[in-house]
């Protein structure tokens, strides 16, 4: 049963995550120390995630209103984007992410071969048409990079009615939430083979998004619940 949970994790899970899937996905009463046995005596164990480190372009067009406090107690109150780049035997695949930080959930995201600001824009209008944000009340925040200071995204995140927010100039942490998101998608899919083609990787960039992160990969910041699991049980609370 371990080792059937960790091959549909693509072997990424950890055995916090497999304790957490035999307990919580499948009902079974275990302790987490068994697990870790387990594991360790059938040779399995997780990846790791790894700094990553990038240059911000110093331009500015927002102030940041996130000062490094992500935590939001409801969804579509705070939204963070960036893009990322990674590369095939053809050239370079870029990807805009935009995440909402109530639930890690991926709201929107594009993919293409050249880092525009079409890209970031793309990535946003399809986070709006899903979340139907209320006028006002989300907050876009990403960093000063010359896309998402363009007018394509500054524009259409405005007559949706999000307020524009940006981390400070030089700080590494100014999006670190989505910093890590990209980590983990770095260990867990872009570098554990050589792609070929940019459609190859886009479509695997695809099902992680929406298949695996969304809906089956169990997020320890989330009680190891997913996060459309997350958003559901919210919706479902009382207080809601």
Same mark, same amino acid.
């Given at each position: 049963?371990?080792?059937?949970?960790?091959?549909?994790?693509?072997?990424?899970?950890?055995?916090?995550?497999?304790?957490a899937?035999?307990?919580?996905?499948r009902?079974?009463?275990?302790?987490?120390?068994?697990?870790?046995?387990l594991?360790?005596?059938?040779?399995?164990?997780g990846?790791?995630?790894?700094p990553k480190?990038?240059k911000? /372009?110093?331009?500015?067009?927002?102030?940041?209103?996130?000062?490094?406090?992500?935590?939001?107690?409801?969804?579509?109150?705070l939204?963070?984007?960036?893009?990322?780049e990674?590369?095939?035997?053809?050239?370079?695949?870029?990807?805009?992410?935009?995440?909402?930080?109530?639930?890690r959930?991926?709201?929107?995201?594009?993919?293409?071969?050249?880092?525009?600001?079409?890209?970031? /824009?793309?990535?946003?209008?399809?986070?709006?048409?899903?979340?139907?944000?209320? +006028?006002?009340?989300?907050?876009?925040h990403?960093?000063?990079?010359?896309?998402?200071?363009?007018?394509?995204?500054? +524009?259409?995140?405005?007559?949706?009615g999000?307020?524009?927010? !940006?981390g400070?100039i030089?700080?590494?942490?100014?999006?670190? !939430?989505?910093?890590?998101?990209?980590?983990? !998608?770095?260990?867990?899919?872009?570098?554990?083979?050589?792609?070929?083609?940019?459609?190859?990787?886009?479509?695997?960039?695809?099902?992680? #998004?929406?298949i695996?992160?969304?809906?089956?990969?169990?997020?320890?910041?989330?009680?190891? #619940?997913t996060?459309v699991?997350?958003?559901a049980?919210?919706?479902?609370?009382? /207080?809601?």
């Amino acid at each position: 049963m371990v080792g059937q949970i960790c091959a549909g994790s693509r072997q990424t899970y950890g055995a916090k995550r497999v304790h957490a899937e035999l307990t919580l996905g499948r009902g079974i009463a275990v302790c987490r120390q068994t697990v870790e046995t387990l594991m360790r005596r059938a040779g399995l164990r997780g990846v790791s995630g790894r700094p990553k480190y990038r240059k911000i /372009a110093h331009a500015a067009t927002a102030s940041d209103l996130v000062d490094r406090d992500f935590a939001r107690s409801d969804p579509d109150r705070l939204q963070v984007t960036d893009i990322a780049e990674h590369p095939t035997r053809e050239g370079k695949v870029y990807c805009a992410v935009v995440l909402d930080v109530f639930s890690r959930r991926v709201a929107g995201w594009s993919i293409d071969s050249r880092p525009t600001a079409a890209l970031a /824009a793309n990535a946003l209008g399809m986070a709006i048409d899903r979340r139907q944000p209320t +006028k006002g009340q989300t907050v876009i925040h990403s960093d000063h990079s010359t896309q998402f200071t363009s007018w394509a995204f500054t +524009k259409r995140a405005l007559d949706s009615g999000l307020v524009p927010s !940006m981390g400070s100039i030089g700080d590494c942490f100014g999006n670190a !939430m989505i910093e890590s998101f990209w980590s983990r !998608m770095q260990v867990e899919l872009l570098d554990r083979q050589r792609w070929r083609t940019r459609t190859e990787l886009a479509n695997a960039i695809f099902e992680y #998004l929406e298949i695996w992160h969304n809906r089956q990969r169990r997020h320890t910041s989330l009680s190891m #619940l997913t996060p459309v699991e997350f958003e559901a049980r919210h919706q479902q609370s009382p /207080a809601a």
